[in-house]
């Protein structure tokens, strides 16, 4: 299949180029690089550095024979959304409206990167889908927006879509931002032997996924003719305490974090059921915590230019 991954040289885009091409896809990717980075592009998929509102899109789709379509291109900075939401808003709801019509015009299936941002303070734990979708940051309201865009796409023209709410996705090529982003700040600080600071007393709990286990879920995606929503998490609550206690025994990091101000506004638990996305996808988290904070810590050796 020729599968085009907006957002391909991107974080969590380009492990999913890697998976589609591992598993004998052709890909094409989009990338207007403002986040993303030539670096992880894989060889094998053909590059566009293309933005994509911009009009030669479509033009590009058909010529290429695109079959299905995975949509990771996003703004994803929660702070830069309340700044500017005229810009998240351009990019995020424009934007996939614009990859929608693709997908209606050439009868494309589409794969959606929704958000755990979606849910807002929890009404209740684990997450499920039929939670209440209460976004407290325009990102969230941008993915929400998205969503209904896309069922729509589905009732009226018929697209076929599946739609991924990732949880905290964490591993290689992972910068500061980004729901997962605590990870990389803690990753750089202790390959570095700098300082790190906990924001608030470190009890906070999140759900965080391997970004190779959200790859395989999209590529599962790819072969589903259902249009469902599912959540991509492991089900699994771990404190800011928890991570940071793991990470400093794999890396060695000989320091004590200190404990500043929590951040204003910040959600102190959240966790998600995946019970939909086992049952209806076929999919599973396959990554223990550990295991994929020692993949992640063996890149950021590298890429921060550390060998300790």
């Known amino acids: 299949m020729k599968i085009l991954v907006t957002g391909g040289a991107g974080f969590a885009g380009s492990h999913i180029v ?4 591992a598993a004998g896809h ?13 670096d992880n592009l894989n060889p094998q998929a053909k590059f566009y550095e293309m933005d994509i509102n911009d009009p030669k899109l479509h033009d590009m789709i058909e010529a290429e024979g695109i079959q299905a379509i995975s949509h990771q291109a996003a703004q994803i900075k929660v702070p830069l959304s309340i700044k500017d939401p005229a810009i998240d808003a351009q990019i995020n709801i424009m934007g996939t409206i614009h990859v929608l019509e693709a997908a209606r015009k050439y009868g494309l299936k589409i794969i959606f990167a929704a958000s755990a941002a979606e849910y807002g303070t929890p009404q209740y734990l684990p997450l499920d889908e039929q939670h209440p979708l209460n976004p407290l940051s325009f990102y969230g309201l941008s993915k929400k927006v998205d969503e209904d865009y896309i069922r729509m ?28 982003g605590v990870i990389s700040i803690f990753l750089e600080q202790m390959v570095k032997g700098q300082p790190v600071n906990i924001e608030g007393d470190g009890g906070a709990t999140r759900d965080y996924i391997y970004i190779g286990d959200v790859a395989e879920a999209n590529l599962i995606a790819l072969t589903s003719d259902k249009n469902l929503t599912v959540n ?16 400093k025994e794999l890396t060695g990091y000989p320091l004590d974090a200190t404990h500043g101000p929590a951040r204003v506004g910040d959600i102190y638990h959240s966790t998600m059921s995946n019970d939909l996305a086992v049952a209806e996808l076929g999919w599973k988290p396959q990554t223990l915590l550990r295991d994929g904070l020692a993949k992640t810590i063996d890149w950021g050796r590298t890429a921060y230019g550390t060998s300790q």
Do not use: W
């Open 18 to 21: 890697d998976t589609f091409i």
């Open 26 to 38: 052709d890909v094409v990717v989009v990338d207007n690089l403002f986040t993303g980075s030539k």
């Open 153 to 180: 796409y589905g009732e009226l023209y018929g697209v076929n879509y599946t739609i991924l709410r990732y949880a905290n996705i964490y591993g290689p090529r992972q910068g500061r931002f980004g729901e997962g």
């Open 232 to 247: 991509i998490s492991t089900a699994t609550k771990v404190s800011v305490n928890e991570l940071y206690q793991t990470m």
